[in-house]
């Protein structure tokens, strides 16, 4: 069997880890197993950056974090443009020409609709879902998730002792745009005072009413906000109205502006600490190796099946897939009822509403 693998979008940890558990059984499935490592992601199939990779250059990748494949984005909004139908061409015609029985895509929401898209052309497509955003509908979870959760998890942990040190309030940054999974599992996890996400608009005398509250207690404050946070005035706005205005005042975030009112109302020192991309990198957790060496063996089993055109999902503790044309385009939110929610209003978190 040819098998061709690529990297899309953002990197995240596991990438190397699910490639290994995919090969690793696929090639024990098919001694004659030929592999086609695509360089840099659909931007690869499109330029023809592509070459036969030896199964031996995935030993010992399993704990790597990045991608040894390399990533890059490409836009699927300019895919479906007329400009873009050339790049598809390109792409369906470069499958071909490496004989290719099978695509892997490693990818998340973006990566997951072109995959979408190839497999309607008629190619033969597995998707393996990865994002620290853990946004992808149908399955529990994604690979690279749980081991940003650690980072920005222990980040709040060390924040912490500063916050403490010093008795400041501190607003972290954790990324997610649109949804708030990473915020909230690192944040309760990280045991935030406050946690404010996208789903949740937040009422900013709220937010400082509880800061001080939490200040007069044990003087100091945590917040993990997520980098999408919005107040429920933006809530009412369109995306693009709402970053004109945020674009008017000389923000990129909301994390400054909350932190200078908490800082204006209680006159408390708050700072405002952005882990960033620190959040994509390194090695992955032993839980993300453990469900990449999963997903990478069911991966292997839909292709001797072949079972094509679906993506892999988590569904409690069972691997399983879906079909793409199911999960493409659609996005897993946070719901205000999730019982992750809950649990933190349990013990005392708040969301600003």
Known sequence: MNVGILTSG??????????????????????????????????????????????EEFDGILNLGGTILGTSRQPYKKLILPEGQEKVALM??????????????????????TAGLLSKEGLNIIGLPKTIDNDI?????????????????????RIRTTAASHGRTFLVEI??????????????????????????????????????????????????????????????MSKRERYGKREERGEVTASNRIAAAISKSLNVETRVMVPG??????????????????????????AKAKKFGVSVAM???????????????????VTKDSELVLAARDVGITFGD
Not at 24 to 37: F, N, Q, V, W
Not at 189 to 213: F, N, S, T
Not at 315 to 333: C, P, Q, R, V
């Open 10 to 55: 953002g990197d995240c940890a596991g990438l190397n880890a699910i490639m290994h558990g995919f090969v690793k059984t696929m090639s024990a499935i098919d001694p004659k197993l030929e592999i086609y490592g695509v360089k840099n992601g659909y931007t690869g199939l499109i330029n023809r950056e592509y070459r036969k990779v030896k199964c």
């Open 175 to 236: 990324m997610g745009n649109r949804v708030g999974w990473l915020t909230l599992y690192s944040g309760i996890a990280g045991d935030a005072d406050i946690i404010l996400i996208p789903e949740i608009p937040y009422d900013i005398e709220k937010v400082i009413k509880q800061a001080q509250k939490v200040n007069e207690k044990k003087g100091y404050c945590i917040i993990a906000a997520a980098e999408g946070a919005l107040n429920t005035e933006e809530a009412q």
């Open 277 to 302: 991309y620190t959040q994509r990198g390194g090695n992955p957790s032993a839980y993300d190796r453990i469900i990449c060496t999963q997903m990478g063996a069911y991966a292997a089993k839909l």
């Open 137 to 157: 509908y149908g399955t529990d979870f994604t690979f690279g998730f749980h081991s940003a959760v650690n980072i920005a998890a222990e980040c709040l942990d």
């Open 315 to 333: 569904n409690g503790l069972k691997i399983t897939h879906n079909n793409l044309s199911d999960i493409a385009g659609a996005t897993k939110f």
């Open 92 to 113: 369906k015609e470069n499958y071909r020409k490496m004989a290719l029985d099978c695509l892997l895509v490693l990818g998340g929401q973006g990566t997951h609709k």
